[in-house]
């Protein structure tokens, strides 16, 4: 079977905090969340923002990035990296756009946004800023705060990575390039290496949270399908739904080249997988090699 995507879905803990920020009102400073038909409301991180995050990570590890061009963000166009996928791994896996150029690329990695997988409860953190050097006042202030698990999921496109094959490249005309094996595989490693370690956005300086998997799922796949999304099950004491994630992998079970399941034991409870979120990960980037 050859293999299209790799796609996984992924739980990450957030004991207290407010990840990623939607508009201030007044002093208060709102925590994203969207509101279901029931009425309830759940936190949530946009894929953007997830996005950001590998992307700084991958800088971490070694990337080099794509820097913005200096001829973008003028008379309100939107700004746009150098837009060459070839000398620079986030144009390939990220994307980009140079709407004055007619330069785009979409990109191969899809990521949804991380939602909530309990109800917003509307918490609130009181905070003071302290002015006594200068006044004798202090202004208060507040931030919503939620602690929940969070869940997501991930969609790369394999056999788009490294290759422009039929690529709108400049307007309309199609412009064929590819990088060779080894940069795939190297391209492809990091990014998944950068999902397992993401970190950042929130507030982190007093409200420090952890977006490190504590539980995932995840396939390569012959078919381009995110088969684990809005599967996770799990209970307010961390009791996770292991049978619903066996009855998946033998639902999907033509479609699949490899599955596994990883979970961290110290955090959430499901006996069935032994193995965690990082093996997991591991054994697909053992086989990545076979992918290209």
Known sequence: MKVKCITFSTIIKMDIGNPNSGYNEDIISTIKKIQLPNGDSYPYISGQSIRRMVRERMKDLGFQLSPKSMDSGKNKSPYSTSCDPVKY?????????????GVSRTSPIRVSPAIGLFPYSYDRDLGIQNNSDIHQNHRMYETEVSSNWLTYTVLIEVDRIGNGETEIKNGNDFENWEIPT???????????????YMWGGGKQSRLLTN??????????????????????????????????????????????SYSGVGVDQSMIHCKKFTMTPKGVVDEVIGKIKGIF
Not at 214 to 233: C, D, E, H, Y
């Open 182 to 196: 080894e940069e795939r595989i190297n391209r492809l490693k990091g990014v998944l290496q950068s999902f397992l």
């Open 89 to 101: 791994p986030d144009d390939d896996l990220f994307g980009y756009m140079d709407a004055k150029n």
């Open 211 to 256: 977006e490190i998997p504590t539980a995932l799922a995840i396939s390569m796949q012959g078919v381009k399908n995110p088969i684990w999304m809005g599967r996770f099950r799990i209970d307010a004491n961390g009791n996770l739904d292991c049978d619903n994630l066996e009855r998946i992998m033998k639902e999907n079970s033509e479609i699949i």
